[in-house]
C-alpha cells in the first residue's frame, strides 16, 4: 500500500510538471499563473460494464456482480488567455489532469482502483445563452486492481471520450451532464486481458477561476488565422519522426493453442507526413514499421502427458512488420490525438496482420519534441499492443 502511494504521487507530479512545461514552451516565455484560467471540478460516474467476459458477469455462485461501476473524480484543469497567441486559436480549449477512485462492487474480487489521467476538452457548439455542448478526452492508468480471471494486471490503462452537456450558472460556476465511454485494460501486456467498457453519465460541478471567456458564443472551429491563410502547401507540411517499445504477453495458435503469459518486446519507427488543414485538424500518411517478438512462435517437442512444448522463434525478418497508414490527428495546446488506418506491405506466416488500426496521444513537451503513446490494433486476433515512445517533429515556421 505504501509503494502503490508513493507512485500515485510520483504521477501525479509528474502529470502536473508535463502539463505545465508544455503550457511554458507554448507561451515562448515563463508562464504568468495570473494569465492562466483555472478550473476545479466534481464528477460521480455511474456506469454500466458492457463486458461480455463470463468470469466478469459470473465470477461466483451468486454472479452478476459485476455489471456496474461507480467512480468519484477530482480534476485541475487550465486554459490559455484569450489574448495570448495560444489563447486566440484555441479560446475554449482546456487542459488538465485528474484523479478518481473506482468501485465495481466486489473489492475481494476486483480490488478498488485509483486512477490517475489527463484530460483534454473544448467547446463545440451552443443551444442557448446558458446550455453548450463540448468534448473531452481521458487518457491514464489505474492501480490497485486484484489480478483475477478477467483481468490478470494489478495496473491498466485508462482511455475515456465523452460530450458535455454543460449548464453556465454564471462566470463562477459550471453544472455537467455528461455522457461518457471508458475502456479499462493492460493493453495486452498480461493474459487474461477482458477489459471493462464502461458506458455511463458523469454528473459534475465546476468552479472557475480567473475566467477570461467572457460567453461560450466562441466558435473554434470557425476560428481562422490570416497568417494561416497565406502559408504554401510546404509550409503546411509538418514531418514526425517516432521512435517507441513496448512489450506484450502473447497467445498464440500453431495446430494447437498456447498461452505464454510473459513479457515480449517490441519496438517500432514511424515517419509521419500531415498537412496542417486549419490549428484543429491534420492529415496524412505515415510510414510504420515494427519489430515484434511475439509473432509467429511456433512449438515442437510437444508432450502430450505434460501439455507443454518448446515454443521456438523465427527470423527476425518474420516478426517485422512494415506498413502504409493514412492518418488524421486533432490538435489543441500541448496534445494531439489521432488515428491511422494501415495496410501492412510485407506478411509472413500465421501471425501477422493485414489491416491494422492505431490510435495515438502526442504530448508536446517543447515546439519539436513530444512523448508518443499508442495503441495498435490488427486485425488478426490475439495481436494488439501499446506503443511507449519519444517524437521530433520538422515543420517550417
Known sequence: MAREKLRLREVLLLLFLLLLTSVESLYSSPISLDSLSHRLSIELRPAYNLVTNYEFHNHDAEG???????????????SFDNDSRIGSRYPTTYQGIGIAGYSFGDHSYVGTPIAIYIFQGAHITDFNDALSLGYEWNFGYSWGWHPNAAMNSKWNVLISVALPFTWHI????????????????????????????????????TRLFNDQHKTTKVREYAFTDPKLSTKTFGERLSYDIILYGGWRADRFTDDTFYVINKPHPLGGLQFQTLFHANHHFAIGASIDAQYDSSLNLYATDYNPETDTATILS??????????????????????????????????????????????SLKAFITKRMFLYIGYRYNSKQYTHNLMYGLGIRIQKR
Open 314 to 359: 523465427p527470423s527476425m525478418w518474420q516478426q517485422t512488420e512494415v506498413g502504409l497508414s493514412l492518418r488524421g490527428e486533432i490538435t489543441a495546446p500541448i496534445f494531439s490525438v489521432g488515428v491511422g488506418f494501415g495496410v501492412n506491405l510485407f506478411k509472413h506466416g500465421y501471425d501477422m496482420s493485414r489491416i491494422y488500426t492505431q490510435f
Open 64 to 78: 452478476d456482480k459485476l455489471y456496474s461501476s461507480l467512480s468519484l473524480h477530482a480534476r485541475y484543469a487550465l
Open 170 to 205: 454564471n462566470s463562477k460556476w459550471d453544472i455537467s451532464l455528461i455522457p461518457d465511454f471508458t475502456h479499462l485494460s493492460n493493453g495486452d501486456t498480461s493474459f487474461p486481458n477482458a477489459g471493462a467498457n464502461l458506458i455511463g453519465i458523469r454528473i459534475g460541478a
